[in-house]
């Protein structure tokens, strides 16, 4: 199982200074009580590039209000904040604790100690804290560095997966990020998760989050495997398996919104999309009028299905120009209106499908179509 002997806590101190925040995260820690917390804790332990940079403060975030480039933000009750600096960003929260009126519910929150705030949250190896000032040393009271070298998953509770359900969408993508395993009891109680108590909308900021992650269809996989969404399409996996494999290379990477096209597979496709998938589109110009109406992450996804002529349209078709423009046509006399659509139609299809090339050809077809002398398909 996944898991390094090698971590060693006493380093902490060293990977923060090394930060490229770290002047940003002392000026913080300057005016109030300052912990970087969860997932930056885990990955500096493990060794992994930092993303995303997360304090908690024991106190006020009004405190704060004099740094440069740090705005208040209300998050229900509390206040919360954001400091952007040039290309830092911190995102700073009070410590709480939470309470859940009602499983799936969103949590009541009220003030609490660093201790609290860290028995709130979802796994033990996102239960650490390390102070940016006083005694800099690693606070884990729930083992987390225990189950992150042992390369395990831990709820901190066994109402864990009662209170919020969506925790075990993290798990899988925790579980698969890392190559972590669950622990028997975490498992046990994951497979009784009711997701059907959550909004969905908090569902899909989950989803959102999966499709996010460099490989989404391992996440989905161990989703159905453990059987705790069953509102997912079976073949979720592998449709975002091929939607990412395709939108790593050309022609596809740069142009189609991989994340997007992701979510689009994620969720069972719409009837359009498999119809496009199917079509066969014998000439360029006919492949240029079925696909052109698409968002470039939905023509991903009937690729992924299987309209492999979609390739040639993403690496030529689209970029096909003609030389002339309406103004041409218009200076031959042709009536502003849609025969001058009708030509500049009629000259790309025949550029696409190699059938004329040049101006003049252009807008030969062009004008003999508008004034009618070739009859519409």
Known sequence: MPGSSDIDPARLGELVDSLDAVEQLSQIADRVPAYLVGGVVRDLLLGREVADLDVAIEGDSEALTDLPGFSL??????????????????????????????????PEVRPASIGEDLARRDFTVNA???????????????????????????????????????????????????GFGLEPGTERLLRDADLSTVSEDRLDNELHRIAAEDDPAAPLLLIATWRVMPTLDPQAADRVAE?????????????????????????????????????????PSEAV?????????????????????LDRY?????HVRLEITGEDLLAEGIPQGPAIGRGLEAALSGKLDGEISGRDEELGIALATARGDIPED
């Open 289 to 309: 009028r079925l696909a052109s109406a698409w968002d470039p992450a939905q023509l991903l996804v009937a690729r992924a299905l299987g309209a492999e002529w």
């Open 243 to 283: 939607v990412t494999r395709l939108a790593s290379a050309s022609p596809w990477s740069g142009w189609a919104d991989r994340e997007l096209a992701v979510m689009l597979a994620i969720v069972r496709p719409l009837p359009q999309i498999r119809e496009l998938a199917g079509a066969t589109p014998e000439r």
């Open 314 to 318: 993403a690496a030529e078709w689209r």
């Open 128 to 178: 650490m804290a390390f102070p940016l000032s006083g005694d800099r040393r690693l606070i884990d009271p729930h083992a987390g560095l225990e189950d992150l070298r042992a390369g395990t998953l831990r709820i901190l509770h066994d109402g864990s997966f009662v209170d919020d359900p969506t925790r075990a969408l993290r798990a899988a993508r925790y579980a698969a990020r890392f």
């Open 73 to 106: 933000e209300r998050d229900a009750l509390f206040l919360t904040g954001r400091l952007e600096q040039g290309d830092v960003k911190i995102d700073v929260a009070q410590t709480r604790a939470e309470s859940y009126p009602a499983p799936g519910a969103l």
